[in-house]
């Protein structure tokens, strides 16, 4: 049969090869074949189209405003292709060929599991029609629409008045095989007389008192259609899907996951013994076993999983394998179905179930059900991945909001978040600021508390500063302070900046110490030490665990200006100075180290005028 059908001036058809025709709208508790979710008007399982011995029906299924045919309203009623049918606010005409008297074909048996791709109807077996619950129909030309009667009766049960009415009597519809019986039409009436007998004339009567008006009849109120057991019995299901998350933990694998929603899921579909679960990988582009019941033992098609995935609706496979006319022994019947894992109309894989000893077919509910869980699973695989993704992008920015400063963390973040960002160093000429704290041995004695507070204290002013000039923290704990300048990202005013935290810092420190002594509290010096100098920096580790690091000659001068400091100094070397003198003051000096011998640089008094913006 061909269905056309027409909402909001959208006309489109469907055709379909089946006897009986579900209209409704998708939920998780109903697929219908012609899902129109676009009209509010349509309950969930509206109306059923079905063929029987040529003829064509069509049965109201309790919805809420009724199924109009040729502008009544029906419960159950026979229509032909001329009928106006109009479903909530959606028309639609139902063209069919009639076949009445014509013998329905044998089915012939169909090979299960099969390994390669399947013809459109798989040869000498039956594919029981799929159930589309993504995909839109698409359209196909048809005649001109069909048109929608102006004015619509109100629904049966409801008058404008508020008094009940029943709707309009029904044929019923004739038994399969069995042909509809006419009744004989009745015998005319006798004829009436010429003349009638004239009538005797009443006596008069006193005018009857008018009686007191009866209070107007409440208004029928649409109640809503109790489910029926199906819809109980799938709901069942459905709770018991929901529940399966209560008993995972947060340790849990996500194989250890599906295996225990495939479990269940077998439990929950009469018939099912054997399930697996197939995910695709997007890495090898293949489709990989999530889970399967028994383990290693089931064998799925990979072509029907990928068909399920590309068509975005499921399907029930059935093979029937005809018993021998001598053999008294019953036939073989294998029944299985497929179901994709679908979010947001992205499949991820696909769900099988089947069981070589089940003596009838899954049913429409049984793939409805297997529908409702490949929706759930592949929610919970999405949900899985997102939570990853989140953790690894929490877990680089606080590295990132560690250790660079505020100007160039959002463009880190937006370069991971496009995968930009790859392991690998670089050698370029680079500012290092080096420095210590000198005293904090004597933290040692101080409670936990204090010791605690007092490192708190002179390490937040140190990274205040340094992110203040656009530093990079190479290090930052205990007594030693490492900061790169120029890095990851380049500065044209990188000396400058690197010159200017350093003499900052130790400013800074001053003014705590000083703060700490009208305490009473035990205090730090800082000595520290600038160099310009070949650096091996960029990002090590693996992409999941990625740092920043810096590492070379550079790093190791400034170590050693830092060390040749007295507490409260500041060195900077002959290379810094080149570039800063204009901005700072400073005196030359000799430092000597016991590895590297003696060297000369500056000791830096203080700036000349304003610092670098």
């Known amino acids: 049969m061909r269905v056309t059908y027409s909402y909001q001036g959208r006309e489109e058809v469907r055709a379909f090869e089946r006897a009986e025709v579900l209209i409704g709208r998708l939920s998780p508790l109903s697929a ?7 009209d509010p008007t349509v309950s969930r399982k509206h109306a059923r189209i079905t063929v029987t ?35 909530g606010e959606t028309s639609l005409r139902v063209e069919f060929a009639p076949a009445a008297g014509a013998a329905k074909p044998k089915p012939t048996p169909l090979v299960a599991k099969p390994t390669g791709a399947p013809p459109a109807a798989p ?4 594919m029981i029609p799929a159930v589309n619950v993504m995909a839109p129909p698409a359209a196909a030309p ?23 009415v029943q709707p309009k009597p029904s044929p019923t519809p004739p038994a399969s095989g069995v042909a509809a019986v006419k009744l004989a039409a009745p015998a005319p009436a006798a004829p009436a007389p010429a003349v009638p007998p004239p ?38 299901r459905l709770t018991s899907l929901y529940q399966i998350p209560l008993s995972f933990t947060a340790e849990m694998r996500m194989a250890d996951m599906l295996q225990a929603i495939l479990e269940r899921v077998l439990t929950l579909v009469p018939g099912a013994r054997r399930g697996a679960l197939m995910l695709h990988d997007p890495a090898t582009k293949r489709l990989q076993v999530g889970a399967s019941l028994p383990k290693g033992e089931v064998i799925v098609s990979e072509t029907l999983a990928r068909r399920v995935m590309d068509e975005g609706h499921g399907f029930i496979l059935q093979r029937n394998n005809d018993q021998d006319a001598a053999n008294p022994a019953p036939a073989t019947v294998e029944t299985g179905m497929y179901a994709p894992l679908l979010f947001k109309e992205k499949p991820l894989g696909a769900i099988y179930l089947d069981d070589p000893q089940h003596s009838e077919p899954f049913t429409e509910d049984d793939m409805q059900f297997l529908l409702a869980v490949g929706h759930y699973i592949a929610l919970l695989i999405q949900n899985q991945e997102l939570q990853g993704e989140l953790l690894h992008n929490a877990t680089l920015l606080d590295r990132i909001t560690v250790k660079f400063p ?36 004597g933290a ?14 002179y390490q937040t002013a140190l990274v205040d500063v340094a992110f203040r000039y656009d530093g990079t923290l190479l290090r930052s704990f205990g007594e030693e302070f490492a900061v790169v300048f120029g890095a990851p990202e380049g500065d044209i005013q990188q000396s400058e900046k690197a010159a200017c935290a350093a003499i900052e810092m130790t400013t800074a420190i001053r003014d705590l110490n000083t703060q700490r002594r009208a305490q009473g509290l035990a205090v730090c010096e800082l000595s520290a030490g600038v160099h310009i100098g070949e650096v091996l920096h960029g990002f090590i580790g693996t992409p999941d665990r990625m740092e920043f690091t810096a590492l070379g000659e550079g790093v190791n ?3 050693q200006y830092c060390k040749g400091a007295h507490p409260g100094e500041l060195l900077i070397g002959p290379e810094v100075y080149q570039k800063v003198f204009k901005i700072i003051e400073a005196d030359r000096a000799t430092v000597t180290h016991k590895d590297s011998g003696e060297f000369h640089c500056y000791r830096v008094k203080g700036l000349k005028s304003a610092k670098p913006a």
Request: glycine share 8%; charged share 20%; hydrophobic share 45%.
């Open 32 to 38: 219908p074949d012609l899902d129109f979710g676009a």
């Open 53 to 87: 011995d040529g003829e064509v029906w069509i049965e109201d299924l309790r919805s809420t405003n009724g199924t109009v045919v040729d502008g009544e309203y029906i419960e159950n009623t026979q229509i032909t292709p001329a009928s106006v049918i109009r479903v």
């Open 123 to 126: 040869a000498g077996g039956m």
């Open 142 to 164: 048809s005649a001109a629409p069909a048109a929608a009667p102006s004015i619509l009766p109100p629904k049966p049960g409801v008058l404008p008045g508020g008094a009940p």
């Open 199 to 236: 009538a005797p004339v009443p006596a008069p009567t006193p005018a009857p008192v008018p009686a007191a008006p009866a209070p107007a009849a409440p208004a029928a109120v649409p109640v809503a259609a109790a489910d029926t057991d199906a819809e109980k019995a799938f709901k069942h």
């Open 406 to 441: 505020p100007r160039v963390q959002e463009r880190l973040l937006e370069n991971v978040r496009q995968d930009r960002i790859k392991p690998g160093l670089q050698k370029t000429d680079l500012p290092v600021l080096f420095a210590d704290l000198r005293g904090l041995g």
């Open 444 to 457: 040692s004695s101080l409670a936990p508390e204090e010791a605690t507070a007092m490192l708190r204290a």
């Open 557 to 559: 001068r400034a170590a």
